[in-house]
C-alpha cells in the first residue's frame, strides 16, 4: 500500500505542518503502508496557462516542471495526505499551483479508487476552510476522503493522537476499499455532469473524450 505524503510547508520539516504530518505517517505506517514524501518546497512549480492543452492528445501539460513527477505520483498512489500551512484560509500557494496543474485528473477523476486525507496547521488553530477544500479537492479528482486533521501554533497531545489516528483511518480505508455512500454519490454526479461537458466538447478536449470512452463513460 503506496501513500504520498506532499507537503507545501516552506519550512519542510523544521515546520509545525510537518510535525502533524510526520503522526499521520506513523498511524499508516502502523497498518504496512509504505510512505513517500514529496516537499514542494525547493521543487520547480509553475502557474498553469490556462492552454488547456492537457484536456486534448494525450492529456500532457507543455509547461516543463517538476508537476509532472509530482502528478505521476499521485496517480500511482493509494492514497495521499496532502499537508500544509493555512495562509489566509486555503492551502499554500505551492499545493494550489499543483491543483491547478491537475485539470485534467479533475475532469477525468484520475485519482478514482484513492483516498486522501488533509493536514492543515495555522496560528489560530482554525483549519476547517483549508481540510474542507483538501477533501473537496480529493473528491473532485474521484478520491474520497478519509478526513483532516488540524492544529494551532503547537500541536497539542490530543491533536498529534488524532493525526496517528487518522493515518491508520487512512490506510484501513485503502486495506478494505471502504466505502462513503454520501462521497461517493458526490463523485458520481460530477462524472455524469463532466461526461455531457466532454461530449459537447469532444472535438477540443479529444484526450478527454477518448478517456471518457476507453472508461465506458460515454
Ligand atoms: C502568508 C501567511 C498566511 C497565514 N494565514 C493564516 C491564517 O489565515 N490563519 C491562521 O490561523 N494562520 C495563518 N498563518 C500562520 C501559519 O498558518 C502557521 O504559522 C503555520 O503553522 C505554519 O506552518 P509551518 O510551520 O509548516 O510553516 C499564515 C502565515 C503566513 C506566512
Sequence with gaps: MKILLISSSPRGEKGVTYALAAEVAKGAQSLGAEIETVHLAGKKLGFCHGCEICHKGNMTCPLKDDAH??????????????ATPNYINQVAAPMKALFDRTSNLIHCQRLLGKYTAGVVSSGSGLNHPVTDYIAYYGRLCGALSSGGVSCGAAPKPEELKAAF?????????????????????????RRHYFADVIKLRKEAWDGEYRYFVSKGWL
Design 69 to 82: 513527477l509530482v502528478i505521476l505520483k499521485m496517480l500511482n498512489a493509494d492514497g495521499i495526505v496532502f
Design 165 to 189: 489516528d487518522l493515518g491508520e483511518k487512512l490506510a484501513g480505508d485503502i486495506k478494505e476499499k471502504r466505502a462513503y455512500p454520501e462521497q461517493q454519490a458526490e463523485i458520481d454526479k
